[in-house]
T-cell receptor, first 116, second 117 residues
Framework: GENVEQHPSTLSVQEGDSAVIKCTYS??????FPWYKQELGKGPQLIID?????GEKKDQRIAVTLNKTAKHFSLHITETQPEDSAVYFC???????????????FGKGTHLIIQP | DTGVSQNPRHKITKRGQNVTFRCDPI?????LYWYRQTLGQGPEFLTY????????KSRLLSDRFSAERPKGSFSTLEIQRTEQGDSAMYLC???????????????FGPGTRLTVL
């Protein structure tokens, strides 16, 4: 089955600086890679996702890059703000031509701390 | 609020008791997923429904666990003879298939936190 590794487990950055979280996956058939933000006591919230036919996607301060050959994908947050403090999870899954899909396989999470 | 809802939000039970959780997906979402999340870990996939059909089960879903989605709308997850190792956050997510090969964008509910004493 799929295995997703995520690093670092904790990341502390100064407000206004950039943050980068990296993930690797093992199953070359995976073709969908979402990122979720989870605040204390809440369910994961989708912040951005990317499909395997795209190398990069950006949404305001958030961007995701994907290297299919190396099986790496990364989350980039620029101009970090205090409200960005949370746990971030990467995930991977496979969508099939018939419309079926595997459940998401998540990394272990990165606790992002924004220092004021 | 039109998001995924889960009830109850918290459940404390004694070992050996049965518990049942409910998930109401986003309206018209035809897919519904259950995940389990333990402290400091990412969610782990348990099972998945498309409409009322249960299409996949993880090996994590022991025979003490059963899930249903009888009318293709809300779903229930039952744990029989609970054990202390069942203590976790149980998350539900829903999605909708718009077209073949479309990403399966899953939206999560707030979860039900289970504590087994």
């Amino acid at each position: 089955g799929e295995n997703v590794e995520q690093h670092p487990s904790t990341l502390s950055v100064q407000e206004g600086d950039s943050a980068v979280i990296k993930c690797t996956y093992s199953d070359s058939a995976s073709n969908y890679f979402p990122w979720y933000k989870q605040e204390l006591g809440k369910g994961p919230q989708l912040i951005i996702d990317i499909r395997s036919n795209v190398g990069e996607k950006k949404d305001q301060r958030i961007a995701v890059t994907l290297n299919k050959t190396a099986k790496h994908f990364s989350l980039h947050i620029t101009e970090t703000q205090p409200e960005d403090s949370a746990v971030y999870f990467c995930a991977a899954s496979r969508t099939y031509s018939g419309g079926g899909a595997d459940g998401l396989t998540f990394g272990k999470g990165t606790h992002l701390i924004i220092q004021p | 609020d039109t998001g995924v809802s889960q009830n109850p939000r918290h459940k404390i039970t004694k070992r050996g008791q049965n518990v049942t959780f409910r998930c109401d997906p986003i309206s018209e979402h035809n897919r519904l997923y259950w995940y389990r999340q333990t402290l400091g870990q990412g969610p782990e996939f348990l099972t998945y429904f498309q409409n009322e059909a249960q299409l996949e089960k993880s090996r994590l879903l022991s025979d003490r666990f059963s899930a249903e989605r009888p009318k293709g709308s809300f779903s229930t997850l039952e744990i029989q003879r609970t054990e202390q190792g069942d203590s976790a956050m149980y998350l539900c997510a829903s999605s909708v298939l718009r077209e073949i090969w479309s990403p399966d964008t899953q939206y999560f509910g707030p979860g039900t936190r289970l504590t087994v004493l």
